[in-house]
């Protein structure tokens, strides 16, 4: 029996335009970067795209698995030029040398940005096509806040974006690619893709889908594929922070009927409109933000997010106001972390556990964010950063911290990390012997995806506005790329054309 032979491959970056971090080839190296047969060990049982392209295809007889090339860097600065073409050359190569392909899935993030490219992704689309030809069925998975643009339609149909922030559902996505590739391998099903661009850019922060806007558009989605010829609906929120023309919210049908999937794609694109105000959130300051956190009584810690520094959303990791303000206060039982300070862990190293030190903490990559806090603290506990996600985000995944230290500012603790990181799983704590459920206050570099993990343990949840480059003010970033007019920078009127239909009007 001839095989179905299909190539799997990962790249994946999240590109912030104003972050002063570029992303260089060592970021990828950190975060994940596997050729081959690496592929296997570093994703077969996560709950990640990978990790779902493997599960499906691994069931089916007649395929035979290609791996590629998988890589992933940590979200943070424009990816440069020299880390993008590296990968991309590995990328085509590892497709030309694989030899007859019949079939490819792609795991995509959707809102890279490179030094000299504003959408990569549809670049390398375009390049992989070259290569295998028109015919060769693709299908990728895509991060709910992908920048996506109507090209990347042109190269196929099949894309689909994570319904759930914080996003646990990476591998059932992966699972749906492989599904739909496989039906059109083997059973010819032909698929249409109808999209929907908006004329808006939402902030993240009320994006996750447990409640909001965006669970309101999630269910509307999971209604519309619920209905005949309707395959799947994608809602992407976007990522703002892309100062590229492609930016912003759209909505992707795929389908069984262009007709019916472009109506359908219209309507999603009309409802997703008028709910854009809900996107909007005024958030309380690092003083206000402690006072409401102090005043709470709870069994349970209270968590103060430091939205703006999320690393996940290109966040250096290492902004101080905050931190600045918990340690003139010195609350008992509070924790802080991770803080991105390679060299504080360097010095903690070198007086070793149960030693003082007098530390710099933090505001070293972005001083312009609040300058070093001076401390003098005690090592508690040093270890190689290496531990494993107990999830449900991007379960049982290996994360390696590059470093990690326990240092106790008065009556603080404070975990330092060696690299970017949010704080989204606890392990991160639990592994250097940390219990982050013990505390009264949980100050964490984190947004949304350390819900997915956090919420059992904690009580109310207070996102601060602190200075940073993930901040939720969009005023505070000068644009050059973006298109103009676009909400909520501008107020402007929008209308979905409906072809024959009456217009949705908002
Ligand atoms: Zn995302």
């Known amino acids: 029996m001839r095989k179905h032979r299909i190539g799997i491959a990962f790249f ?73 073409s590296i990968i991309e050359k590995q990328m085509l190569e590892s497709i030309q040398q694989a030899g007859r392909l019949d079939g490819l899935l792609l795991a995509l993030h959707g809102a890279m940005v ?24 693709m299908a990728t998975t895509l991060d709910m806040h992908a920048n996506l643009s109507e090209k990347m339609i042109h190269y196929t149909p099949l ?55 965006m669970h309101k558009m999630i ?50 694109a009309s409802l997703f409109w008028s709910v854009r105000e809900e996107f909007i959130m005024d958030l309380p300051g690092v003083k206000e933000g402690l006072d409401l956190a102090m005043s709470i009584e709870d069994d349970k810690p209270v968590v103060l997010a430091d939205i703006s520094d999320n690393p996940l959303s290109c966040g250096s990791g290492d902004t101080t106001d905050l931190l600045r303000e918990m340690v003139k206060l010195n609350i008992p039982d509070t924790l802080f972390g991770g803080l991105y300070d390679p060299e504080s862990i360097e010095a903690c190293r070198k007086k070793g556990a149960g030693n003082k030190v007098f530390l710099s903490l933090g505001g070293k990559v972005s001083p312009e964010f609040g300058e070093s806090v001076q401390v003098e603290a005690k090592v508690v506990a040093l270890s190689d950063g290496v531990f494993h996600n107990s999830g449900p985000f991007n379960q049982h995944l290996r994360v390696d911290l590059k470093g990690a230290a326990h240092i106790r500012v008065g009556r603080m603790d404070i975990l330092l990390i060696g690299r970017p990181m949010s704080a989204n799983d606890p392990e991160m704590f639990r592994h250097i012997g940390l219990e982050p459920q013990a505390k009264r206050i949980l100050a964490l570099k984190a947004k949304n995806h350390f819900r997915a993990a956090f919420e059992p343990i904690v009580g109310r949840i207070i996102y601060v506005d602190a200075p940073g480059v993930a901040s939720n003010r969009l005023t505070t970033f000068t644009y050059r790329y973006i298109p103009k007019p676009i909400w909520p920078l501008d107020d402007i009127e929008y209308e979905v054309e409906l072809r024959g239909k009456e217009k949705w009007k908002h």
Request: proline residues 7%; glycine residues 8%.
């Open 114 to 137: 490179v030094e000299d490219l504003f959408d990569p992704e549809e670049h390398l689309l375009g390049k992989i096509r070259e290569l295998i030809g028109p015919s060769v069925p």
């Open 12 to 84: 994946y970056h999240e590109s912030h335009s104003f972050s002063p971090m570029k992303t260089e080839i060592e970021q990828f190296r950190n975060e994940g970067y596997f050729i081959g047969d690496e592929i296997y060990d570093a994703y077969i049982g996560t709950k990640t795209e990978v990790g779902g392209f493997l599960d499906v295809l691994k069931q089916e007889r007649d395929v035979e698995i290609v791996p590629l090339l998988c890589a992933a860097a940590i979200p943070s600065g424009l990816v440069s030029t020299e880390a993008y």
């Open 159 to 213: 894309h689909f974006g994570f319904k759930t922030y914080p996003h646990v559902d990476m591998y059932e996505q992966g699972v749906h690619a492989s599904t739909a590739l496989l039906k059109q391998l083997k059973e010819g099903v032909h698929y249409y893709a109808s999209f929907e661009k908006l004329p808006m850019m939402p902030p993240s922060i009320n994006m996750r889908t447990a409640e909001g806007p």
């Open 219 to 268: 269910e509307w989605a999971k209604q519309a594929e619920e209905e005949e010829e309707i395959y799947n609906v994608s809602v992407f929120g976007g990522f703002p922070y892309s100062d590229v023309p492609m930016v912003g919210a759209s909505v992707l049908v795929v389908s069984l009927n262009p007709q019916k999937g472009k109506e359908t794609a219209q309507k999603m």
